[in-house]
């Protein structure tokens, strides 16, 4: 279901928008929000829902590892798009759970016209970082 409307979104998303994304506003397009779902610092398993304005995605990044990690994504609020690079975006609607492997460069984010949320989890792995390069095409993203 689509939501235009953040007011309207906050109701139904049942994680919470939590903060505005100022540690990674760099590799934004749009303004985007971070709830920590756990107390990562002290030892539990980092779990972080993720909240995109409409129109807001991520850069092209890829989140590498030498053994394990990668990344999955938890759709749960509004509709936003998935796509690593060589192959057509997906659709994520509330539900779609997307196992990104590690050293495979994508983006993920909000439909155009929709709130969107989706809750994402560090994969372990050993050697891991994140790079984070361009950002997303506006003529690509648009004519989603």
Same mark, same amino acid.
């Given at each position: 279901?689509? #939501?235009?409307? /953040?007011?309207? %979104? $906050?109701?139904?998303?049942?994680?919470? !928008?939590?903060?505005?994304?100022?540690?990674?506003?760099?590799?934004?397009?749009?303004?985007?929000?971070?709830?920590?779902?756990?107390? %990562?610092?002290?030892? $539990?398993?980092?779990? %972080?829902?993720?909240?995109? @304005?409409?129109?807001? /995605?991520?850069?092209?990044?890829?989140?590498?590892?030498?053994?394990?990690?990668?990344?999955?994504?938890?759709?749960?609020?509004? @509709?936003?798009? #998935?796509? @690593?690079?060589?192959?057509?975006?997906? @659709?994520?609607?509330?539900? +779609?759970?997307?196992?990104?492997?590690?050293?495979?460069?994508?983006?993920?984010?909000?439909?155009?016209?929709?709130? %969107?949320?989706?809750?994402?989890?560090? !994969?372990?792995?050993?050697? +891991?970082? +994140?790079?984070?390069?361009?950002?997303?095409?506006?003529? +690509? #993203?648009?004519?989603?």
């Amino acid at each position: 279901m689509k #939501y235009d409307n /953040r007011e309207e %979104f $906050e109701k139904v998303d049942a994680f919470g !928008v939590g903060a505005p994304n100022d540690g990674f506003a760099q590799y934004f397009v749009g303004n985007s929000y971070l709830n920590p779902l756990t107390d %990562f610092a002290n030892g $539990e398993f980092p779990l %972080f829902n993720v909240t995109f @304005e409409p129109g807001c /995605r991520n850069n092209w990044h890829i989140h590498h590892a030498d053994k394990g990690g990668g990344q999955i994504l938890i759709c749960t609020t509004g @509709e936003g798009w #998935y796509q @690593e690079e060589g192959k057509e975006a997906k @659709e994520l609607l509330p539900g +779609t759970v997307i196992v990104i492997p590690a050293n495979v460069k994508h983006w993920h984010g909000a439909k155009k016209d929709t709130w %969107f949320s989706h809750i994402a989890i560090e !994969v372990p792995g050993e050697n +891991t970082s +994140t790079e984070w390069c361009e950002a997303v095409d506006a003529d +690509t #993203y648009n004519a989603l």
